[in-house]
């Protein structure tokens, strides 16, 4: 994968654009889950949080693909310098599995409503409890590096480069 001295200002944008929409896919699910159910039941099912839920979720696929194809396309900035293989590495996995999770938890939950497949949408929300986790993981290692390590890595995030 190619080295990038920075962000470009589109990845910069769609980060944190995935992140509100993961936000406001987060606030819908209590409404899909409940439609969810209904709809289970036979009853009818209005729009509202739903239109909401689906179209959240259809942007972070999408735009998590576009992500994915500019980090490819464009790489990354480099790990600051010094640091332990093992930070690194769980740095690595945990990108990675971000960037499968806001490809996958989509992809499950449109096929578990529009398929009306039960299992996918189980999975689905396990998939979220995990991406939960990640994000968490993902801060926490922003944090560790602004704060503890104070090393810069945190100011790429901040604005473009």
């Given at each position: 994968m190619k080295q990038a001295s920075g962000y470009t200002r589109v990845q910069f944008a769609l980060h944190w654009i995935v992140l509100a929409l993961i936000v406001v896919s987060y606030g819908s699910g209590n409404a899909i889950a409940s439609a969810w159910r209904a709809f289970g039941r036979g009853?009818?099912?209005?729009?509202?949080?739903?239109?909401?839920?689906?179209?959240?979720?259809?942007?972070?696929?999408?735009?998590?693909?576009?992500?994915?194809?500019?980090?490819?396309?464009?790489?990354?900035?480099?790990?600051?310098?010094?640091?332990?293989?093992?930070?690194?590495?769980?740095?690595?996995?945990?990108?990675?599995?971000?960037?499968?999770?806001?490809?996958?938890?989509?992809a499950t939950g449109l096929a578990a409503w529009f398929g009306g497949i039960r299992d996918l949408g189980d999975v689905h929300e396990a998939m979220f409890n995990l991406l939960v986790?990640?994000?968490?993981?993902?801060?926490?290692?922003?944090?560790?590096?602004?704060?503890?390590?104070?090393?810069?890595?945190?100011?790429r995030m901040r604005r473009a480069g």
């Amino acid at each position: 994968m190619k080295q990038a001295s920075g962000y470009t200002r589109v990845q910069f944008a769609l980060h944190w654009i995935v992140l509100a929409l993961i936000v406001v896919s987060y606030g819908s699910g209590n409404a899909i889950a409940s439609a969810w159910r209904a709809f289970g039941r036979g009853e009818e099912v209005g729009p509202g949080a739903l239109l909401v839920h689906v179209v959240a979720g259809g942007a972070i696929l999408a735009l998590a693909l576009a992500r994915l194809y500019l980090r490819l396309r464009h790489g990354a900035p480099a790990a600051p310098e010094g640091g332990h293989p093992g930070v690194k590495a769980v740095a690595a996995v945990t990108h990675w599995s971000l960037y499968a999770l806001m490809i996958a938890m989509p992809a499950t939950g449109l096929a578990a409503w529009f398929g009306g497949i039960r299992d996918l949408g189980d999975v689905h929300e396990a998939m979220f409890n995990l991406l939960v986790a990640l994000v968490a993981l993902h801060v926490a290692g922003a944090m560790l590096h602004h704060f503890v390590l104070k090393d810069g890595l945190l100011r790429r995030m901040r604005r473009a480069g």
